[in-house]
């Protein structure tokens, strides 16, 4: 009886240690590949400071508006029918809520910048020296000057802490990229990138105003869906979709970017996490390796046992 057991006891424990190995090397693997797909818990706001009030106009539904220039900020307020996603067109002398439906924001070929040789600008998804179109994080002139705000009162006075921006996809030409830079030397913070299919939500908190770069890769008609999802002081959850549309480039009518429909499963294409994609698959190569492996110990500790048996 123990003679046995102490044969057994060896392949069992040789087994049991590759078992731990393995495991340990694909938790290793996975974490490091989770760590990488984690966002920035917040997109930088800067010193961009304005008032939003409770008593600013809301243009009628169906009141078409080209925008080619100017301030405008996309941004949630809370009405009867709950959360309502809208932009605040401030390239007037007086704000205005509009809704998202009927905005065409036109960006000419002012907009048009060289890519620079930098791996830093990768995500964009072009060459280096080749144009693009940039709704810069600073106002340009000729071009319209598009960001975010969660300053609307009746979002104040109803939301919890802040919201997150959900990327919804991107449909048009090329690719689609926003990112902030706070200036200097510093390192771009990528928020969302077609190319580099990173479009993870982040974190807006509540009374707050940021820029960013919107780049498109090629002259067209573009589309980017947004979400925004928070909870109430309450506690109920609450969601709002809004779909931003774009005639990028001089020869891009606007006309018919204004009819443009929202395709969500186009925007989607592509959608799927690579790091998903990824973890699957360390997960199959290490259950096959564990396989592999129990078999091969078994196999070799019969093999030891019939030798012991024959001595």
Known sequence: ?????????????????????????LAVLVAVLVTAAIPAPSAWAGDLAQVVKDDEEFAPAGTEAIIDHGHVDVGAQFTGEGAHFLARDDSAATPVWRELDDVVFKVGDEAQLALPDDEQFGFVGGNAGENVWVIPQTEQAGVPWVGWNTQAPSLIDAADRGVNMEFLGHTGPGEFSLFLQNGGFEAPQVLWSTAKNQREDFWVDLNTHTHANWVFTEPGIHQVGI????????????????????????????????????????A????????????????????VVLIVSAFLLIFAARKKGKHADQD
């Open 227 to 266: 979400r925004l999802k928070g909870k109430t002081k309450n506690g109920e959850d609450f969601s709002t979709d809004g779909i931003l549309t774009f005639a990028v480039g001089a020869e891009t009518d606007v006309t018919e970017a204004n009819a443009t429909e929202w395709d969500p499963e186009a």
């Open 268 to 287: 989607q294409e592509g959608s799927s996490s690579s790091i998903a994609g990824w973890i699957w698959v360390l997960l199959g190569v290490g259950a």
């Open 1 to 25: 009886m123990n003679s046995t057991s102490a044969k057994a006891t060896g392949p069992l424990s040789r087994i049991l240690a590759s078992v731990s190995v393995v495991y340990a090397c």
